[in-house]
């Protein structure tokens, strides 16, 4: 609690009562100065009940209209304030947008004596990635002669996502298809709710199972049936080694695929299926999620989705180019879009800023499974292990190792499972951009053949996924010289 100035003023006019009392000899002067001695303490209880008062019936909120954000996207965070009975103290109130975020107008709001609620609204904009939490809300309270400044813990938080790359293509050869499961046919019958057939009574069903209408319509009895409901499991793979670091930067194969993997991740959430997570890395699997359902899990493979970096570019010595082709990284070099490789050239200098970061760029991927060869077969192995039958696969990776690609795609299908293979085209992720536009187009064909190769495949779907743009050129040059071959 804090006296304004008009308490200030009051106090030193009673001073300087008390002291003309003591020079004057004036009783009158003196009791003037006790009685205003008295009213500042009255006011002061007062006020401080009102403001016990006010903590016990206020409820504050910042309520942003969304949890989860993309980088750089703004939305309303609204500021409300209510108490159970009309203020009699002039309340105010600022909000905690967080230290990474950036409002148009302050948070803030303010509750005039005889009113109960107050709300106020800012667009708030999120340019950094990460989860922020806002901080408390200050509340000031006032009577004009005393202030006091309380906080009121309504702490939301709001996690930004950085931005994916633009326009994704998920297709076939140019033409542009849905990854979105529908509805799952059971194929069997049980309790449910879609009627499935209707069948005669025999010896030993339900009472419960009959279908009076039926049976009155045909004379004898008939039991309906329903088709059970069922729940697909659905195993994404996602590979991260250092060869999915290609690409221009936040255009990587691993953004484009990560891209797709979320859109896999949040469809399995609306059909509530059950979600497992396998990432691979240069050594083996660096997570492993068993398929399950629920917000929490739903949600923590999302977030290990937008964590998963190259493996070969957290702080780890890049793969060489002679280590084969699914292990190298073209053109790798330390640069902003790749932060930890970055920060490791900083390794073994003295200067104090680089010492502070260091616990930055230590390596920091671990490893649940190393396999001395092959990630991407063995993480299949293992995560193919005691699947159930119906369990949709849905395998993430590039074409750069096309022998391994087959025989891990062949190893999904013998255990039964339905393959959905997801396949970035490394052509299109070349350093050196588009290129020489016919060498460009022979490799884009090249890897078409790939794809429906893999395509052909029982129970195996397989697309590209890729820079639309990109994409868009290297057709255009093939058909050019188609026409020019027919000409």
């Known amino acids: 609690m804090r006296p304004t100035r008009q308490i200030w003023a009051v106090g030193a006019t009673a001073g ?28 002061q209880l007062l006020f401080v009940r009102g403001v016990a008062d006010t903590v016990d019936s206020l409820t504050v909120r910042q309520l942003p209209t969304a949890n989860t954000v993309r980088a750089n996207a703004e939305i309303p965070v609204t500021l409300e304030a209510t108490l159970d009975a009309p203020a009699r103290l002039l309340l105010s109130f600022e909000g905690g947008v967080p230290t990474g975020a950036s409002a148009t107008t302050p948070l803030s709001a303010s509750l005039e004596p005889g009113t109960a609620t107050t709300r106020e609204t800012t667009a708030v904009t999120w340019p950094v990635a990460g989860r922020h939490r806002f901080d408390p809300v200050s509340v000031t309270a006032t009577d004009g002669l005393f202030t006091a400044t309380m906080p009121a813990e309504s702490r939301p938080s709001v996690t930004v996502e950085p931005r994916g790359p633009h326009t994704v293509h998920v ?5 542009e298809v849905s990854i979105a499961q529908g509805e799952h046919e059971a194929g069997q019958r049980g309790p449910g709710l879609e009627p499935a057939e209707l069948r005669e009574y025999v010896p030993g069903d339900s009472a419960d199972e009959i279908d009076w209408k039926a049976t009155a319509r045909l004379n004898t009895l008939h039991v309906r049936e329903y088709e059970t409901e069922t729940h697909r499991p659905t195993m994404l793979i996602v590979d991260h080694r250092g060869g999915l670091a290609a690409g221009p930067p936040g255009e990587s194969k691993l953004a484009y695929l990560r891209e797709v993997a979320l859109a896999v991740a949040a469809n399995a959430r609306e059909l509530d299926d059950p979600l497992g997570l396998i990432a ?7 997570t492993r999620i068993t398929p399950t359902t629920g917000p929490a899990a739903y949600l923590s493979i999302r977030r290990r989705l937008l964590d998963l970096e190259p493996t070969g570019t957290d702080g780890d010595e890049p793969p060489s180019e002679t280590s084969g082709r699914s292990h190298s990284i073209p053109g790798f070099a330390p640069s902003p879009t790749r932060p930890r490789a970055a920060l490791s050239a900083l390794d073994g200098s003295t200067d104090p800023f680089a010492r502070t970061l260091e616990p930055y760029y230590t390596a920091r991927t671990r490893y649940d499974v190393r396999f001395d060869s092959e990630p991407l077969l063995g993480a299949v192995r ?7 039958s119906r369990q949709w696969t849905v395998i993430c990776t590039d074409d750069s190792d096309p022998e391994t ?5 062949r190893f999904a299908r013998a255990r039964g499972s339905e393959v959905l293979l997801l396949l970035t085209p ?3 992720f070349a350093s050196d951009g588009v290129g020489d536009p016919d060498r460009v187009a022979d490799s884009y064909l090249e890897f078409e053949e790939l ?6 495949m029982d129970a195996v779907t397989a697309f590209e996924v890729a820079p639309q743009e990109r994409l868009s050129a290297v ?3 093939t058909r050019a010289r188609s026409r020019g071959a027919i000409r």
């Open 382 to 388: 293992t995560a193919l292990g005691g699947q159930d």
């Open 16 to 43: 300087a009562l008390a002291v003309l009392a003591a020079v004057f000899a004036r009783p009158l002067l003196l009791a003037a100065t006790v009685l205003l001695g008295a009213w500042i303490l009255v006011r």
């Open 451 to 456: 794809r429906r190769d893999l395509d052909r």
């Open 280 to 286: 691979v890395g240069d050594e083996g699997i660096t």
């Open 475 to 477: 057709l255009e040059t």
């Open 171 to 175: 297709g076939r050869g140019g033409d």
């Open 426 to 428: 490394s052509v299109l």
């Open 405 to 409: 690609l087959y025989e891990t795609v």
